[in-house]
């Protein structure tokens, strides 16, 4: 049933590209432990120890302030469609800020996704799988259009002055260092 790896095979890698939906969840020491879904193209496999996901504004920011501190992830992927299989990738992570080096060379690596805020590099430290069977079978309807239409409509400005008002601290008083992007 369940197997542990040292890095992502190309059977695994695989099966992350054709998924639609991956969850990241983070927790300091002593905050609020946080699940977050995310979708929209928004992944990228650079190879078999290192995992890259464009984050957009929403409503919080709590993995940037949680990386800030602890900088443990876990990405979990589940199959909704076809062979049952769960896929969760632990490592270390890192947030990438609009004005950090790296921000230009890694962001074309992405279709441009309006309002996105921070990359996060995650190092893989640990692949696990299990089987899956008790996850319900889902089929893709397609992306909601939502988030994007709110973000270009805010346009760079306004994304600018939400980030300022809403996405400085966590739930739990957290600095999100998204600062950085506003200098």
């Known amino acids: 049933m369940g197997q542990r790896f040292d890095e992502l095979s190309d059977r695994l890698i695989s099966f992350i590209q054709q998924q639609h939906l991956f969850?990241?969840?983070?927790?300091?020491?002593?905050?609020?432990?946080?699940?977050?879904?995310?979708?929209?193209?928004?992944?990228?496999?650079?190879?078999?120890?290192?995992?890259?996901?464009?984050?957009?504004?929403?409503?919080?920011?709590?993995?940037?302030?949680?990386?800030?501190?602890?900088?443990?992830?876990?990405l979990m992927f589940a199959a909704f469609e076809g062979k049952p299989l769960i896929l969760r990738i632990y490592g270390t992570a890192r947030v990438i800020h609009h004005n950090d080096a790296e921000w230009l060379q890694l962001y074309t690596l992405f279709d441009p996704l309006p309002g996105a805020r921070q990359i996060f590099d995650l190092k893989v430290e640990l692949v696990q799988t299990s089987c899956g069977m008790a996850v319900p079978l889902f089929q893709y309807a397609g992306e909601r259009e939502q988030l994007n239409q709110w973000a270009e409509k805010k346009g760079e400005t306004g994304i600018r002055q939400y980030w300022q008002e809403k996405n400085r601290h966590s739930i739990d008083g957290l600095s999100t260092d998204i600062e950085k992007n506003l200098d």
């Open 23 to 74: 969850f990241v969840g983070t927790a300091t020491s002593d905050s609020r432990v946080n699940i977050s879904p995310k979708g929209m193209d928004s992944l990228r496999v650079l190879n078999s120890k290192r995992v890259l996901w464009l984050n957009v504004t929403g409503s919080g920011n709590e993995t940037a302030a949680h990386i800030q501190q602890q900088n443990r992830m876990t």
